[in-house]
């Protein structure tokens, strides 16, 4: 049973709410964005590159790790034997048992590395896929185009001592992530700020984007950008090309002092915090039916179906207070271990405090708008959900807040 229910469930009851009977990890979803602003929409998110190709194997290669691509109908034992592995091994690297069967796509982390891809397995290219660089060769060109009139001698090698160049593929090595247990792929593609399909494609995921706990994914890579052009434009403008239209000057820079005074000079000091950026409304109690419950700032908004509440970021130990006036009816934890407190308040709302640490209330205290209730807790980075509920209904916090 979801957190979700348990709480409408409380709310029509009016009883203490418990999670002691929870059998499914609870998946807040509150790891996304962080760093990163409100802006959580796909056609936002970086465009990615597509998955390098496999060998004949399946086998992908990295400087720093390998992986193997599986077929339809692998089991992990057909798998390790097809890129010499052993797979109890390899089973146990990806939280499987050896007789697991497999997706046609999924990627499936090596424990240790196998041969490297070459011509001999069926790829164009040979060794590990290495970062975007500079060739030797050009290098080399460009000091001896340097060199000007300097005399250089060279020598030819001998056409059978001459090794065949080896043809090498480069790109970005993708970081892996270690999934564990609760997070889901909504919250990995947040918190790496890639796309739901993106991810899924890379990592073979099915239609249902199932992970598990233990599995390694790799986390898609930017789209290379296309080189700049390097050909010089003609001195003079060709006929019928227009004059450029010149850029704005606050494109560029700051704009002119204006002769007049701002407004907010006139007022007086207590009201100039109000011409504070929209970035400071989160680190000021709101003067709403309900206060900001941590002087943070909003990592992650409101979503129905997708985010229970509002995600608070601040420094660790920071204090957690309760947004209104009311009693304290719920402090628990899931047994995911996380802990979260609910306090029902007059006009039928409850304010719950999802993921807080070092509770300082208990079951029936009263407490009082803005008082310390729990803290911040440790994480990378510090996250508190704030949710509310109407009568039985979860509602977006946000309009209590303004």
Known sequence: MSFSKYLKSYLLASVAITLAACEQPLDFDMRGAFGSGLNTAEAARMATAKRPDADDRGVISYPNYQVAVARRDDTVTDLAARVGADAAELARYNGLQPGDNLRAGEVVALPRRVAEPSPETGSPTTGPIQPPGIDITTLAGGAIDRAGEQEIETTT???????????????????????????????????????????????????????????????????????????????????????????????????????????????????????????????????????????????????????????FTADP?????????????????????????????????????????????????????????????????????????????????MPYLQ
């Not at 990592?203 to 890579?221: A, C, H, M, T």
């Not at 002769?259 to 709403?288: F, I, K, L, N, W």
């Not at 207070?321 to 609910?342: D, I, L, P």
């Not at 039928?348 to 009082?368: E, F, H």
Request: net charge negative.
């Open 157 to 311: 090698l001998e056409s059978d001592s001459q090794p065949e160049k080896q043809k090498v593929a480069r790109g970005l090595e993708p970081k892996r992530h270690k999934v564990v247990r609760g997070e889901t792929v909504y919250t990995i593609s947040r918190l790496y700020d890639v796309s739901v399909r993106s991810l899924a494609e890379w990592n073979g995921l099915g239609s249902d984007f199932k992970i598990r706990e233990g599995q390694y994914l790799l986390i898609p890579v930017p789209e290379t950008s296309p080189p700049e052009r390097t050909t010089s434009e003609p001195e003079t403008e060709p006929p019928g090309r227009g004059s450029p239209t010149p850029t704005p000057p606050s494109a560029t820079r700051p704009l002119p002092e204006e002769g007049t005074q701002p407004v907010a000079e006139s007022e007086p000091a207590e009201t100039q915090s109000d011409s504070a950026p929209e970035q400071r409304q989160a680190e000021t109690p709101s003067g709403g039916e309900l206060a900001y419950p941590v002087k943070g700032r909003i990592i992650r908004e409101y979503s129905k179906g997708k985010n229970d509440g509002i995600d």
């Open 317 to 397: 130990g920071e204090a957690v207070t309760s947004a209104e006036a009311g009693t304290v009816v719920s402090v628990t934890k899931s047994t995911e271990n996380v802990q979260f407190v609910v306090i029902k308040h007059s006009n039928s709302l409850a304010t719950v405090y999802v993921n807080v640490d070092k509770v300082s209330v208990a079951n029936g205290d009263q407490v009082t708008r803005g008082q310390k209730i729990a803290e911040m807790p440790e994480g990378n980075p510090p996250y508190v959900q704030f949710q509310v509920a109407k009568g039985t209904a979860q509602v977006d916090p």
